[in-house]
T-cell receptor, first 113, second 116 residues
């Protein structure tokens, strides 16, 4: 399982774009990159998942360079409600097989008014 | 879709008693469920992997006789904390996986256990 490294914490202001980068130097060929958001006393919530290049959904964008050794979660125009812990996870997915994923320490994002 | 529920959301029990936490996949069949524990300001720690119809696989350092896991059906897994102690007080979260080409875990809302 690929280990991930993220900044421990980040501060930003409402309306700004926030980019959180995750390093995963030993990512394997079959690994996907998934980001989760967690509010206090709640289970993690899926944000976005990607394998390479760029993925965008209604919540965020995920940028993955060609070597896939890092990825960047981009949150456009954040609001106070985006204050949460963000986890970057890397794991294998194969049809019919399940694997476990280990959570890193995550990034505590604090949005200021 | 892909909703996972947990029950109860909060529970307070006395030392020495046992507590059962249920994890259900409401609209899909989960061949595998995971149980995590999370202490305040810390990340999720995987406790065990639960496969339907077979014994759970516990992570190193997790006592299988203390944290009993049963995955009796494709939609239900239970975690029983036996002979609970105050140090077992934590936030317990389950997740479920559906097989497919992309990897995604669906997490439950968590259960706050307080042992007095």
């Amino acid at each position: 399982l690929a280990k991930t490294t993220q900044p421990i914490s980040m501060d930003s202001y409402e309306g700004q774009e926030v980019n959180i980068t995750c390093s995963h130097n030993n990512i394997a060929t079959n690994d996907y990159i998934t980001w989760y958001q967690q509010f206090p006393s709640q289970g993690p919530r899926f944000i976005i998942q990607g394998y390479k290049t760029k993925v965008t959904n209604e919540v965020a964008s995920l940028f993955i360079p060609a070597d896939r050794k890092s990825s960047t979660l981009s949150l456009p125009r954040v609001s106070l409600s985006d204050t949460a812990v963000y986890y970057c996870l890397v794991g294998e997915s194969v049809m019919g097989r399940d694997d476990k994923i280990i959570f890193g320490k995550g990034t505590r994002l604090h949005i200021l008014p | 879709g892909a909703v996972v529920s947990q029950h109860p959301s909060r529970v307070i029990c006395k030392s020495g008693t046992s507590v059962k936490i249920e994890c259900r996949s409401l609209d899909f069949q989960a061949t595998t469920m995971f149980w995590y524990r999370q202490f305040p300001k810390q990340s999720l720690m995987l406790m065990a992997t639960s496969n339907e119809g077979s014994k759970a696989t516990y992570e190193q350092g997790v006592e299988k006789d203390k944290f009993l896991i049963n995955h009796a059906s494709l939609t239900l897994s239970t975690l029983t904390v036996t002979s609970a102690h105050p140090e077992d007080s934590s936030f317990y979260i389950c997740s479920a996986i559906t097989s497919g080409t992309s990897y995604e875990q669906y997490f439950g809302p968590g259960t706050r256990l307080t042992v007095t």
